[in-house]
């Protein structure tokens, strides 16, 4: 045979024309209002800046084909504009106006004939766009400082820097608790006050913006633990009122807290809990006449079970929070016979929790813990024998690092949460 080979399929003249997968694509960019374009090739059309008006070429012949991609998912705002330069365009003339507005789109035509003229055979956008990854962020909030109740709060960005006291709102107490709702918010709840033990709340916004006092639904109560459950909502539970208690409160998805339901598993205080798996939760460790390390869990639909056999050092004062994919982590504490342990226990995201790991870091008690970055976690503040602002960072594996120099006013018995996706 003779003729030009040129990696197509046959056109009319003998001459081989572009073959469907054989596009030779242009290594530049096109940021311009107008740019010309030549068959067999295919180009990227960055509309950031400006709407673009591709010309098509003028003698286009059968089977010749172009594709065109939004290189930055801006077309909805600055179109593509296609002029197709004295031919038809799916049969209508070129005096027809043709665009395309819809963000990740991309489409190729191919030529047919004088009739018909150019013809999309694909013309589709990618809906689903790259998402910034999870930026999620923690606070720590209240407590008790050397000689007075506390109700500043110290915001921990979405690396694990914890920032200097935010002044306060709401009313200043310590044996405070707290978890998240609503998939990106806070809320912080019950505790001791100069008038005694109250069960107000205070919710924080998905910036990090702590509310004023909540009127109390919940039975006041200081020294009780709270978590995540079901993906968007939270509980407290037991804690002590003039003695322990078992009742919990379900606060749901806005934000709104449930009247006291009735206790189930050993009424105790000082224990802490997490959310595990994506949607459960678990309450551990605490105190009852002295420390316990059995533990309850906490179905996707707030009902919480009876009690589990404990595993790991018995201890109270100590702190819980969520890492990594679904697993959880409880860390520091008071035990009986080292008053304090820097000791962890992680639970797996079925809710088992794992024997005692060997502390990193400052033992301490009257400590909280929060999620950040998603995956990652902090434990912080707390007494050590006096009264600290340390941290320990925790990785997405659950490895407790180094004790980090504090940052904000040094308390103990806070609460902390993660907020902000």
């Known amino acids: 045979m003779s003729g030009t080979i040129v990696n197509n399929i046959t056109r009319t003249s003998g001459t081989i024309a572009p073959a469907a997968g054989g596009l030779n694509w242009d290594s530049d960019v096109v940021t311009g209002s107008t740019a010309s374009v030549d068959s067999g090739r295919g180009y990227w059309i960055n509309t950031t800046s400006n709407a673009c008006t591709v010309t098509l070429p003028a003698s286009p012949e059968l089977g010749d084909k172009i594709s065109l991609v939004d290189y930055a998912r801006t077309w909805a705002t600055n179109n593509l504009i296609i002029d197709s330069n004295g031919n038809n365009f799916q049969g209508d003339p070129d005096t027809y106006t043709v665009d395309y507005s819809t963000a990740g789109q991309s489409i190729t035509i191919v030529y047919s004939d004088a009739t018909k003229g150019w013809i999309p055979v694909s013309d589709a956008a990618v809906t689903d766009a790259p998402v910034q990854p999870p930026t999620q962020n923690g606070i720590f909030g209240y407590g008790y400082l050397a000689s007075s109740y506390a109700n500043v709060t110290n915001l921990v960005n979405s690396s694990g820097v914890v920032a200097a006291d935010v002044t306060g709102v709401g009313s200043a107490r310590q044996g405070i608790t707290a978890c998240g709702y609503g998939g990106d918010k806070g809320i912080f709840g019950l505790g001791t006050n100069a008038s005694g033990r109250v069960g107000m ?147 797996s995201d079925v809710g088992v929790v794992a024997s005692d790991t060997t502390g990193v870091g400052t033992a301490r008690n009257g400590l909280a813990a929060c999620a950040y970055g998603d995956d990652k976690a902090i434990f912080g503040y707390g007494d050590s024998g006096s009264i600290t602002n340390i941290t320990n960072l925790v990785t997405n594996v659950g490895v407790v690092g180094t004790d980090v120099t504090g940052v904000g006013s040094s308390r103990e018995w806070l609460g902390a949460c993660g907020y902000g996706y």
């Open 201 to 347: 709340t205070n919710l924080v916004t998905n910036l990090g913006v702590v509310g004023n006092d909540v009127t109390a639904v919940a039975t006041g109560r200081a020294n009780a633990a709270a978590a995540q459950y079901g993906g968007d909502k939270g509980i407290f539970g037991y804690g002590n009122t003039s003695a322990d208690v078992s009742l919990t409160n379900l606060v749901s998805n806005a934000g709104v807290v449930a009247s006291d339901t009735t206790g189930v598993g050993t009424a105790r205080d000082y224990l802490a809990a997490t959310d595990f798996s994506t949607d459960k939760a678990i309450f551990a460790f605490g105190r009852v006449t002295n420390q316990v390390s059995m533990s309850n869990l906490v179905s996707n639909s707030g009902v919480v079970a009876t009690d589990t056999t404990g595993v790991g050092d018995a201890r109270f004062g100590l702190a819980a929070t969520r890492f990594g994919v679904g697993k959880g982590i409880f860390g520091y504490g008071d035990n009986d016979s080292t008053p304090l342990v820097s000791i962890t226990n992680l639970v």
